[in-house]
Nanobody, 126 residues
């Protein structure tokens, strides 16, 4: 399985970016997909996840209302739309998979995800 994360870049505060996570040789059905981020010197944290079995998703309060995760099973791609970006959103963003038939994703933790993409850098700065 290969995951390709893309869409990162430099954006001004208040701007938007849309990240994509594409999987090769694997349908997203029966998987939970998560987007994580890691800033320099900090831990890798979940920013959003989605169950591809149901479309149900979860985001922590730090990004709720600003970040939206969505999935396109036909394209084997999961997206992360990021709006109202802040300097503290600056990080390398990773997508990851966990094999699951669950309708929900919020119970999965970092260590549960076993397929990881290479990361894409998001820099929010004026």
């Amino acid at each position: 399985v290969q995951l390709q994360a893309s869409g990162g870049g430099l954006v001004q505060p208040g701007g938007s970016l849309k990240l994509s996570c594409a999987a090769s040789s694997l349908p997203f059905a029966n998987y939970v997909v998560g987007w994580f981020r890691q800033a320099p010197g900090k831990e890798r944290d979940l920013v959003s996840c989605i169950s591809m079995n149901s479309g149900s998703n979860y985001s922590p309060d730090s990004v709720k209302g600003r970040f939206t995760i969505s999935g396109d099973s036909a394209k084997n791609t999961v997206y992360l739309q990021m709006n109202s970006l802040k300097p503290e959103d600056t990080a390398v963003y990773y997508c990851a998979l966990v094999k699951s038939f669950s309708l929900y994703c919020s119970s999965y933790e970092l260590g549960d995800y076993h397929f990881w993409g290479q990361g894409t850098l998001v820099t929010v700065s004026s």
